[in-house]
Every structure is written in structure tokens, then in C-alpha cells.
């Protein structure tokens, strides 16, 4: 059964996968929560790498861990961390969400003002992004 999920109830289940952080180098905590058109959630939070380049953002451990899930059909994706107006997604993230959930929403909001939730798409962040398969 297709369950209704806000985009409230999702900002604070990114909240809460943010609490999984591993980010000792940069202090900066992320959580990213996916939304499947079943109404399922998947989480993931930003873990870091003393060979720095090796970091992995929030929104790619939760895309990650839903796809090799078998999950798909993503419907809206909310990022969380301690950022005035919330983080937006970086380019790479955006990338990997135009390829595996060009129809999400991004929610966006600060883990200090989760009411204050910003609303954008994946396609207008990223327009006219790069697939092998159009
Ligand atoms: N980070 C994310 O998790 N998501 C983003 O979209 C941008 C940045 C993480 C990576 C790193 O652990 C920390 O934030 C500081 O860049």
C-alpha cells in the first residue's frame, strides 16, 4: 500500500539518519533522507575519509544504499545539516540524483529550523545534465 509521506515527516527523517554522521575532519553532519512512490524512506548520512577525497556525501549514502536495495521510483529527497536555509545538494550528488531520481523534489533545511523547509527540483539543479541512456 502507498503510504503518504509530507515533506516535514521527510526533513526530520534526514534529521535523524544525520545522527549516523561520520564527518570527524569537517564537523559538518548531513543527513539525506530518499522518498520512493511506495511511501517508503531510505536514509544515509555523510561519512569522511582521512584521504579526503574519498568522502562520501549524505545524499550518495542514502542513493547508494536504496538503489542496492533494489529500490527506484524516488519521488523527493531531503537533505539536513546545520546550514542557514539548508545544504544544497553539491554537484556530484546532483549528478547521481539526475541518473536515479530525475522527478525528485530536494527538500533542503537547517537541522536548527527543520520547519523552515526550501523546496527545489532535481531537474532545475541540474539542467540539462549528462546520461548515456536519454
Ligand atoms: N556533504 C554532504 O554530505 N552533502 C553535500 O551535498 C555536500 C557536502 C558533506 C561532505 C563532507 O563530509 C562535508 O559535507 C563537508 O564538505
Redesign the pocket.
Same mark, same amino acid.
Given at each position: 500500500m502507498t503510504k503518504t509521506v509530507t515533506p516535514a515527516e521527510l526533513i526530520h527523517a534526514a534529521a535523524q539518519a544525520r545522527l549516523g554522521a561520520v %564527518?570527524p575532519y569537517?564537523q559538518?553532519q &548531513?543527513g539525506a533522507a530518499l522518498l520512493t512512490a511506495a511511501g517508503e524512506i531510505l536514509g544515509g548520512a555523510?561519512v $569522511?575519509s582521512a584521504s579526503y577525497g574519498l568522502?562520501c /556525501? %549524505? $545524499?550518495r549514502v542514502a542513493l547508494f544504499g536504496a538503489l542496492t536495495k533494489g529500490r527506484r521510483d524516488f519521488t523527493a529527497v531531503a &537533505?539536513v545539516a546545520r546550514a542557514p536555509g539548508g @545544504?544544497? @545538494? /553539491?554537484g556530484a /550528488?546532483r549528478q547521481l540524483l539526475a541518473e536515479y531520481a530525475p522527478q525528485a523534489k530536494v527538500y533542503v533545511a537547517d537541522s536548527d529550523d527543520l520547519a523552515c523547509v526550501r523546496e527545489f527540483t532535481v531537474a532545475g539543479l541540474l539542467p540539462e545534465a549528462f546520461v548515456l541512456v536519454p
Open positions: %564527518a569537517s559538518f &548531513v555523510n $569522511e568522502t /556525501c %549524505a $545524499e &537533505v @545544504p544544497m @545538494p /553539491c /550528488c
